[in-house]
Nanobody, 120 residues
Framework: QVQLVESGGGLVQPGGSLRLSCAAS????????MRWYRQAPGKQRVLVAD???????NYADPVKGRFTISRDNAKKTVYLQMNSLKPEDTAVYYC??????????????WGQGTQVTVSS
């Protein structure tokens, strides 16, 4: 069984920073791309950033220059450093990872989400 557990969300003032973490655990044979998504109230879930197993990164335009995705392969953990936060960054943030678990096929797994609220 594979689990992704996010942490680090909370309430922050505009211009502030937060760091999200997402740790993968369980019977993991191989860990590939890892991603952060967000879903604002009444809106669809959208991709924020992704990072490949070799460290190649991509960002959605609204967060370029403010957010940084990184990973620690030894800890099976992906991070999202969020700086210069804006009210429009308010959303539930989800991590996702492409994983081959022992005895199972390659598939995407999801975390439960962590709330980020940017407000004064």
């Amino acid at each position: 069984q594979v689990q992704l557990v996010e942490s680090g969300g909370g309430l922050v003032q505009p211009g502030g920073s937060l760091r999200l973490s997402c740790a993968a655990s369980g019977s993991i044979s191989s860990l590939y791309d890892m991603r952060w998504y967000r879903q604002a109230p009444g809106k669809q879930r959208v991709l924020v950033a992704d990072i490949s197993s070799d460290g190649t990164t991509n960002y959605a335009d609204p967060v370029k220059g403010r957010f940084t995705i990184s990973r620690d392969n030894a800890k099976k953990t992906v991070y999202l450093q969020m700086n210069s936060l804006k009210p429009e960054d308010t959303a539930v943030y989800y991590c996702s990872a492409d994983i081959v678990a022992y005895g199972l096929a390659y598939r995407a797994y999801w975390g439960q989400g962590t709330q980020v609220t940017v407000s004064s």
